[in-house]
């Protein structure tokens, strides 16, 4: 068994699409990135890596490539989901924290687990997602940006 922990942050801007564990909010602010800036799907992908001492989602998909440009990250967490799996890896669980002044976002939060896991091809038991807030202070409570982290166990299948 190998644990692993995940850490992103975005800014957030107006006029940016809003994506969040792997769906769209409504909001007037979005997260400002390469890709599609999911801060969540971001964090979880580092965890990922880190766990199986595969280096981080920078080294594998280069905030300075065209290729990723604009990207949805779900296809970076299905990419990232496949590296696992060629290393002989599972995922046991994930715990993720997402820390966002506004908008409240406990009512997407099933959504967003059924998204991810399906990504990940993983139970939904094994998907932990919480929010929180910083009472305001910091760059996060300002709602300048947001920011994600991420635990997760794998063991090795073979």
Known sequence: MRIGFGYDVHQLAENYRFMLGGIEIIHEKGAVGHSDADVLIHAICD?????????????????????????????????????????????VNIDSTICLQRPKIKDYI?????????????????????ATTTEKLGFVGQEQGISAYAVILIQKTT
Do not use: W
């Open 110 to 130: 099933p959504t967003m687990i059924k998204t991810l896991c399906a990504v990940m091809e993983i139970p939904e038991t094994d998907l932990s997602i919480k």
């Open 47 to 91: 965890a990922m890596l880190g766990a199986a001492n595969l280096r981080d989602i920078g080294y594998h998909f280069p905030d300075n490539s065209l290729i990723y440009k604009g990207i949805d990250s779900k296809i970076l967490l299905k990419k990232t989901t496949q590296i696992l799996n060629e290393h002989n890896y599972k995922i």
